[in-house]
């Protein structure tokens, strides 16, 4: 999603809901379910996880995370990222 989010943000001039100019920083959970989750789950009718092609089967969640989807994407990131240093986890 993140690498997605660097690809098109600024070449496809994406406008946030307050309609204000996004950037890879700025995107928000919110932005990038309008502009990346939603159309490509909606033309597959799957969940998202499930149209990943790194996806071999089920895969059931060991965690849940809780975060604020007008919060930068990049900042969940680093917190995801922390967590699985901290943790140790591969």
Not at 12 to 30: A, D, F, N
Not at 34 to 51: A, G
Not at 74 to 80: E, N, Q, R, S, T
Request: proline share 9%; net charge positive.
């Amino acid at each position: 999603v993140i690498a997605n989010i660097k690809k098109r943000c600024v070449v496809e001039q994406w406008i946030g809901p307050k309609g204000r100019e996004l950037s890879p920083k700025t995107v928000t959970l919110c932005d990038a379910d309008f502009y990346v989750i939603r159309p490509f789950t909606f033309q597959r009718q799957k969940s998202f996880v499930t149209c990943l092609p790194s996806t071999a089967g089920p895969q059931p969640p060991r965690f849940f995370a809780s975060h604020w989807w007008e919060e930068p994407i990049d900042d969940f990131v680093a917190c995801l990222e922390q967590f699985v240093r901290d943790f140790k986890l591969n």
